[in-house]
């Protein structure tokens, strides 16, 4: 079997959380991350915490969403769990929604 690296580690260490959050794309994420050979696992917005309290990811990824951040009911992730994860130094990419909903729970304005 051929060994891929990755700047955090090989392909069978290497794990990628797709946290989805809407998108109708998070599907074609996962598999853009297989074709380069990335380990990943698709979640819900609220199963986030018991992935990270069992293993903590090398990298994060937040789709995108039909919803505003600012929606009652919209995917959130509470700010502690994000910020336990940046101190982790765990790679974090946010898409549309995604990099809406760490905008807004870093404190940032979204216009």
Known sequence: METHRFLWGERNDAQVL???CG???TPLIAQILREIGLCSKTIQTDGLAAEVSTR????IILSGGRA?????HSPQIQHDLLQHLVDRRVL???ICYGAQLLTKQFGGKLS
């Open 23 to 25: 998108s109708k794309s």
């Open 92 to 94: 974090i990419i946010g």
């Open 56 to 59: 903590i990811p090398s990298a």
């Open 68 to 72: 505003s951040v600012y929606e009652a």
């Open 18 to 20: 797709i946290v989805d």
